[in-house]
């Protein structure tokens, strides 16, 4: 068997290991979920009315409208804490060191982790996205083309920042400092374009917000889905995604290749 056949053989078994995982204790992805829905509800229902101000005063339809995109990607960020945490486990209660010692592809352990929270991720943003449907969020102007840009562009964000999770994970000496590690990646959507527009921000600010991984990420999604201007933002959401792969990968390996915890 060559050795390509071998790590995708030893890669899914580890990618249904996780999976496994993830339906048997349903309760850190619930609890990760939770968060961009009730964020979601919040702001539509609670400050709909007055943020709708900022965007032009459309009222609570517009502003729903407003406050999807972001939320999505919000989502992907809160679903990968819990990568974080399941690397985390597997280091401290030293899985990994039994794995190693083992006849397998020793990247598939890795890899294993990445695309199960990538898909546990696509699932989150598609629930999200169905509580937003079921609020009155609607994209009737997007092609099908623009649909599938869009998918595509979630779960290249998916995939940058679950690596970049793992890469917390490992450097973390328990699960529960790998949470609170993971914490920017809940907590840089709200500092983006998610809820309010950049112009609404302190003049001082408005660099901070604008140039962060998220908020190019939630324009071209805006624009992909609701017609709005791309610009720029396409291109930065592409540098954006391979940069933190590339960190995400390389901060991981390297950590995965040294002495296990």
């Known amino acids: 068997m060559s050795s390509l056949s071998l790590a995708l053989r030893d890669s899914?078994?580890?990618?249904r290991r996780n999976l496994l995982h993830a339906r048997r204790y349903p309760s850190l992805t619930l609890n990760l979920l939770m968060t961009p829905v009730m964020l979601l509800l919040l702001f539509v229902y609670i400050f709909g009315g007055a943020m709708s101000g900022g965007i032009g005063g459309g009222g609570r339809d517009e502003y729903i409208a407003y406050i999807v995109p972001g939320i999505l990607l919000m989502t992907i960020g809160s679903t990968v804490v819990g990568a974080a945490v399941s690397v985390s486990t597997d280091m401290s209660e030293?899985?990994?060191a039994r794995f190693r010692t083992m006849a397998i592809h020793r990247s598939s352990v890795l890899i294993g982790?990445?695309?199960g929270s990538v898909l546990q991720s696509i699932a989150s943003v598609v629930l999200v996205g169905l509580v937003g449907v079921a609020i009155g969020f609607r994209s009737t102007?997007?092609?099908?083309?623009?649909?599938?840009?869009?998918f595509g562009l979630i779960a290249l964000y998916a995939l940058a920042l679950t690596w970049i999770a793992v890469g917390m994970g490992m450097a973390s000496p328990n699960a529960e400092a790998a949470s609170n590690s993971a914490m920017p990646l809940i907590?840089?959507?709200l500092i983006s374009s998610a809820f309010t527009p950049i112009d609404s921000m302190p003049g001082w600010?408005?660099?901070i917000a604008e140039y962060?991984?998220?908020t190019p990420a939630i324009e071209t999604l805006r624009g992909l889905l609701l017609g709005t201007e791309i610009g720029n933002n396409g291109w930065l959401a592409l540098g954006w995604s391979v940069?933190?792969?590339?960190?995400?990968y390389r901060w991981s390996t390297s950590q995965f290749k040294r002495d296990p915890k």
């Open 12 to 15: 899914s078994t580890m990618l």
């Open 187 to 189: 907590l840089l959507p």
């Open 113 to 115: 982790h990445v695309v």
């Open 243 to 248: 940069a933190l792969i590339a960190l995400g």
């Open 94 to 96: 030293g899985i990994i």
């Open 212 to 214: 962060q991984p998220f």
């Open 141 to 150: 102007d997007a092609s099908v083309l623009e649909w599938l840009a869009a």
């Open 205 to 207: 600010f408005q660099p």
